[in-house]
């Protein structure tokens, strides 16, 4: 590469706002904080129940992205193998994050699955080549404390890793892969032409994979279609559009602390959507993430979307 990933954005940073990447970021973690909610009530088998979300979202997507395409540079027709590649890393995390919902407890699928931010600041370290201070890795460690706390993890009571919680900290890695990868995608494609081209990809590797293993696609009932409906546009549609976005103008290691959020916004909203009661512990365990999100943006590197994230708050 002629430039490196930090010189370009640093370049993005120079013309664009951060406070829009920022504003993006926060708004697509409340749109994704509700998939444990809407896969619970979907009731379906994982990858049957990631199909048909990344289908919905598919469908949404399709006339912006015809319309965007029209408008394609030769840069962008050569980065789709990169939004492609990101869809296949997206659609083995999201069928095996949907399968162990299914086989393991939300708290402990959703917190092995948030182990990503490890495996994409080594992955941003070592192929990206970022300067990840001490800061950031002090301020993980607390943030997936936190998220530990707020998902009910108790280390004292044995570790004993199931079926269910293997497939959610394997999903974990294919979760940084596409987060990194989006940020290789996002350097020339816009935000709605990797949106689409994710879905796409995810739908298809999704559904083949339901009928291979013997999945039915149809007969289930009208709360499991709504669920995936909403799913795939309020989650997967406005979401992953709003994180894609700022992916393109913050570097994932950046993008990936503020994703951590994600598991004290669930907890808050399956207190009126659930039923769930908010305990003190996951008070506590927010503020320990939120702590820890916050000093990692206050980190060396990630010190400019720091600052629009302090204007946001």
């Excluded at 997936?144 to 959610?168: E, H, I, K, W």
């Excluded at 007969?219 to 989650?235: D, P």
Aim: aromatic share 10%; hydrophobic share 55%; net charge positive.
């Amino acid at each position: 590469m002629s430039d490196s990933i930090a010189t370009r954005f640093a370049h993005r940073r120079a013309t664009t706002p951060l406070l829009l990447p920022a504003l993006a970021l926060v708004a697509g973690v409340i749109c994704i904080s509700f998939t444990g909610i809407f896969t619970k009530w979907a009731a379906m088998p994982g990858p049957v129940t990631g199909a048909w979300r990344m289908a919905v979202a598919t469908v949404v997507l399709l006339l912006p992205f015809v319309r965007e395409r029209r408008q394609w540079s030769p840069d962008e027709r050569r980065e789709v193998r990169w939004g492609v590649l990101a869809g296949l890393w997206f659609a083995v995390n999201l069928g095996m994050l949907t399968s162990a919902l299914l086989l393991t407890s939300a708290a402990t699928a959703t917190l092995l699955d948030n182990t990503a931010p490890i495996w994409v600041g080594l992955g941003a370290l070592f192929i990206f080549k970022e300067r990840l201070g001490r800061p950031y890795w002090i301020g993980l460690a607390l943030a997936l404390t936190g998220a530990a706390v707020v998902t009910g993890f108790n280390p004292f009571a044995g570790v004993r890793l199931s079926a269910g919680d293997a497939l959610a900290f394997v999903g974990a890695t294919f979760y940084a892969g596409y987060l990194l990868t989006a940020q290789r995608a996002r350097r020339n494609l816009r935000s709605i032409s990797f949106s689409w081209l994710v879905a796409v990809t995810a739908a298809i590797t999704l559904f083949i994979v339901s009928v291979a293993m013997g999945y039915r696609l149809t007969g289930y009932g009208a709360t499991s279609f709504a669920s995936v409906i909403a799913m795939g546009i309020l989650s997967q549609t406005g979401g992953w559009l709003l994180i894609g976005y700022a992916l393109g103008h913050l570097p994932a290691s950046t993008a990936v602390i503020g994703l951590l959020a994600q598991p004290v916004v669930t907890g808050l909203l399956a207190v009126p959507l659930l039923g769930e009661g908010l305990t003190l512990q996951q008070v506590l365990g927010g503020a320990l993430a939120l702590t820890g999100i916050y000093l990692c943006l206050r980190s060396k590197d990630a010190a400019a979307a720091a600052a629009s994230i302090e204007a946001i708050t």
